[in-house]
Nanobody
């Protein structure tokens, strides 16, 4: 059974940094696309970043140059480094495992950027 579990969220001041982790289990991690999405109150879920099995990345326009996605296939984990955080980055961040037949989502981790 596939499971996706996020961790690493929290409260951070504007300009600060966080590193989110997403642990995957239940399948062959190295073969799949992984992604981070976020949803702020009253807004639709939006793309943050994705990474393919061979390390190609894609970022949402609002986070380009500030966030970095990477993966450790040996640990079945994908990471999201959040730098230069802004109050508008406040959201629940979700990890997604994109398998052939369906997507698997975690429950999310809250990131709050506030002074």
């Amino acid at each position: 059974q596939v499971q996706v579990v996020e961790s690493g969220g929290g409260l951070v001041q504007p300009g600060g940094s966080l590193r989110l982790s997403c642990a995957y289990s239940g399948g062959i991690f190295s073969d799949i696309i992984m992604g981070w999405y976020r949803q702020a109150p009253g807004k639709q879920r939006e793309l943050v970043a994705t990474i393919t099995s061979d390390g190609r990345t894609n970022y949402g326009d609002s986070v380009k140059g500030r966030f970095t996605i990477d993966r450790d296939n040996a640990k079945s984990t994908v990471y999201l480094q959040l730098n230069s955080l802004k109050p508008e980055d406040t959201a629940v961040y979700y990890c997604c495992a994109r398998l052939v037949l369906r997507d698997y989502w975690g429950r999310g981790t809250q990131v709050t950027v506030s002074s």
